[in-house]
């Protein structure tokens, strides 16, 4: 406790200004998760020396993240999905088979290393932050490479809550479509928010449930990459010769779906959920100033241009899929 309490003290302070200038904002473009890690990169050079807090800057960085994550599992209701009905899971079937193949070709083609890669085709695909920060201890991320994958998206989101209303009445789209493609192709969850409803109350509301359940693609999606990552380390002699096999599966991850579960069969109330999921955020906006204390800027500048035109042009279509599928269910 003494070896961590420093950094992590660190970590709370910076996640308590993250979230008092997250409520000060006027329009919610920008998320305190964000900007606790932009406020930690800010801070680097001025802690990195500092030997009392590196401990517990790493504590949180890595297992206070992964606790929020579990605690985040509370917040997951299956029986949504039954709420908004077969709409949204086709819609979601086409954008995330666009936003993981679709981003391993690009990416692939592109020369981009596949753990950002594949944190940008989640954060893209799912939910943001919430999902690169899902993702990340499963694939073993850099914190460089969490940082950029975060930066990116959030900024594409940024100029989306610009266009999106002003899309949608140019193309005269009704209250319904008009959530349907917010609430599945604008990333971060308060951004979607921020989009829907300066278009409609009733988009804002479609959107929003939409998104809820685009937010469960995290459990499928953490399981396929944890057995994907288990199982090439556990043919790695190196890996295997330094690591018990046991320690190489992310075991937070059950602990996240078994909350999912008893959330879903009731067995968690509905403010009992709302108190989980504000700590979850919280405790989730400290790891990511952690990462971002962790973040050399200059790491991130030579990561060059290419993953952030690679972020974009992923996203793009994923709006493009979002949009075309939606005005076909709606034709048919």
């Given at each position: 406790?003494?070896?961590?309490?420093?950094?992590?003290?660190?970590a709370?302070a910076i996640?308590?200004v993250?979230?008092?200038l997250?409520?000060?904002?006027p329009?919610?473009v920008i998320?305190s998760?964000?900007?606790?890690?932009?406020?930690?990169?800010?801070?680097?050079?001025?802690?990195?020396?500092?030997?009392?807090?590196?401990?517990?800057i790493?504590?949180?960085?890595?297992?206070?993240l992964?606790?929020?994550?579990?605690?985040?599992?509370?917040s997951?209701?299956?029986?949504?999905v039954l709420?908004?009905g077969?709409?949204?899971?086709?819609?979601?079937i086409?954008?995330?088979?666009?936003?993981?193949l679709?981003?391993a070709l690009?990416?692939?083609w592109?020369?981009?290393?596949s753990?950002l890669?594949?944190?940008?085709?989640?954060g893209t695909?799912?939910?943001?932050?919430s999902?690169?920060?899902?993702l990340?201890p499963?694939?073993?991320?850099e914190?460089?490479?969490?940082?950029?994958?975060?930066s990116?998206?959030?900024?594409?989101?940024m100029?989306?809550i610009i266009l999106?209303p002003?899309?949608?009445r140019?193309?005269?789209?009704?209250?319904k479509v008009f959530?349907?493609?917010?609430g599945?192709?604008?990333n971060d969850?308060?951004?979607?928010?921020?989009?829907?409803?300066?278009?409609?109350?009733a988009?804002?509301?479609?959107a929003?449930?939409v998104?809820?359940?685009?937010t469960?693609?995290?459990?499928?999606?953490?399981?396929i990459?944890?057995?994907?990552?288990?199982?090439?380390?556990r043919?790695?002699?190196?890996?295997?010769?330094?690591?018990?096999?046991?320690t190489?599966f992310?075991?937070?991850?059950i602990f996240?779906?078994?909350?999912a579960?008893?959330n879903?069969?009731?067995?968690?109330?509905a403010?009992?959920?709302?108190i989980?999921?504000?700590?979850s955020?919280f405790?989730?906006?400290?790891?990511?100033?952690?990462?971002?204390?962790?973040t050399?800027i200059?790491?991130?500048r030579?990561t060059?241009?290419?993953?952030f035109?690679?972020?974009?042009?992923?996203s793009?279509?994923?709006v493009v899929v979002?949009?075309?599928?939606?005005?076909?269910?709606e034709?048919l």
């Amino acid at each position: 406790m003494k070896k961590v309490l420093p950094g992590f003290a660190l970590a709370i302070a910076i996640a308590i200004v993250a979230t008092w200038l997250e409520s000060i904002l006027p329009i919610h473009v920008i998320g305190s998760s964000v900007l606790a890690m932009f406020i930690g990169m800010l801070m680097r050079p001025y802690t990195v020396e500092i030997e009392s807090v590196q401990p517990g800057i790493a504590f949180t960085g890595k297992k206070i993240l992964k606790f929020a994550i579990v605690l985040l599992g509370a917040s997951l209701n299956l029986t949504i999905v039954l709420e908004v009905g077969g709409q949204t899971i086709v819609i979601l079937i086409f954008t995330l088979l666009t936003a993981f193949l679709g981003g391993a070709l690009l990416g692939k083609w592109m020369g981009i290393n596949s753990k950002l890669t594949i944190m940008i085709a989640a954060g893209t695909g799912i939910c943001g932050g919430s999902a690169i920060a899902a993702l990340s201890p499963v694939i073993d991320a850099e914190d460089k490479d969490i940082s950029y994958a975060i930066s990116a998206t959030i900024l594409f989101d940024m100029v989306m809550i610009i266009l999106y209303p002003i899309m949608g009445r140019a193309l005269a789209l009704s209250d319904k479509v008009f959530g349907y493609w917010s609430g599945t192709s604008v990333n971060d969850t308060s951004s979607v928010v921020a989009t829907s409803f300066a278009f409609s109350e009733a988009a804002g509301e479609i959107a929003t449930m939409v998104k809820l359940t685009r937010t469960l693609a995290i459990i499928p999606t953490v399981l396929i990459f944890s057995y994907i990552y288990f199982k090439k380390n556990r043919k790695n002699k190196q890996v295997r010769e330094k690591v018990q096999l046991n320690t190489l599966f992310p075991w937070f991850i059950i602990f996240f779906i078994g909350m999912a579960a008893l959330n879903s069969f009731g067995l968690i109330t509905a403010s009992q959920a709302d108190i989980l999921k504000g700590i979850s955020r919280f405790l989730m906006v400290a790891a990511l100033a952690a990462i971002g204390l962790k973040t050399d800027i200059r790491a991130i500048r030579k990561t060059g241009i290419k993953p952030f035109i690679f972020a974009n042009v992923l996203s793009l279509l994923v709006v493009v899929v979002s949009i075309a599928v939606i005005l076909l269910q709606e034709s048919l």
